[in-house]
């Protein structure tokens, strides 16, 4: 747990609720956490994700893993510390979108579990879907399309998930999306029809 440094600060109450936002929007906030090894999948089912929920009329914004590196996160490494931090960040930030009614589509390797579970107890039941988009280390280093896998072969990039550093798959998960066997297409409709059946894309 991050210690809380500051201690002349007060939480404000909204005179806006979380419902008010919802029911504004037409549909409930959620945090869809798209988590697996390099490779599998995660950027690209969660980009696809939000082109339906686009085009269904949802509120939604997709959190990418190398696109926050880029900026709130950009000086973090890849150590389990900053890992840790990166995730913890994004956790956060993922809970005000939610917090505002949109469906936030996060898209971290997220290699810990304990790192998963922080980010799962800052929401309300219900409203973190752990989605495990499973594929194995053959199958991402086949793919390797940024060719991160043969870098870390040749031990030119430390700590990384599946070669050098851990991943710990979800226990849990609410989805588990077969990327070994199943196309895009296919994987994106199982997202968005749990979705529909567990009725977060209604007031």
């Not at 930030?93 to 998963?116: E, Q």
């Not at 700590?159 to 050098?164: D, E, L, Q």
């Not at 798959?169 to 990327?179: F, G, I, Q, R, Y």
């Not at 296919?186 to 007031?203: D, G, H």
Request: proline content about 4%; charged content about 30%; glycine content about 8%.
């Amino acid at each position: 747990m991050t210690e809380q440094k500051a201690t002349n600060v007060t939480w404000h109450t909204h005179q806006v609720s979380k419902d008010d936002r919802f029911k504004l929007k037409g549909h409930k906030g959620a945090v869809l956490w798209f988590t697996g090894l390099s490779g599998c999948g995660k950027s690209t089912i969660a980009n696809a994700v939000e082109l339906k929920l686009y085009q269904a009329g949802k509120h939604s914004f997709l959190l990418d893993g190398d696109n926050i590196r880029l900026g709130l996160n950009k000086n973090l490494g890849f150590t389990p510390e900053d890992r840790t931090e990166n995730v913890r960040r994004v956790g956060e930030v993922a809970k005000l979108f939610a917090s505002a009614g949109n469906i936030t589509l996060a898209a971290f390797i997220s290699p810990y579990r304990t790192d998963r579970k922080l980010v799962r107890d800052l929401l309300p039941a219900g409203e973190f879907i752990e989605i495990y988009v499973d594929a194995s280390l053959e199958t991402c280093e086949k793919r390797d399309p940024k060719g991160l896998y043969k870098k870390a072969r040749a031990e030119n990039l430390p700590n990384f998930t599946g070669i050098s550093a851990p991943y710990e798959a979800p226990e849990k998960p609410e989805l588990v999306l077969d990327s070994n066997n199943k196309g895009i297409e296919e994987l994106v409709n199982e997202v968005m029809a749990y979705l529909e059946k567990n009725s977060y894309l209604k007031p």
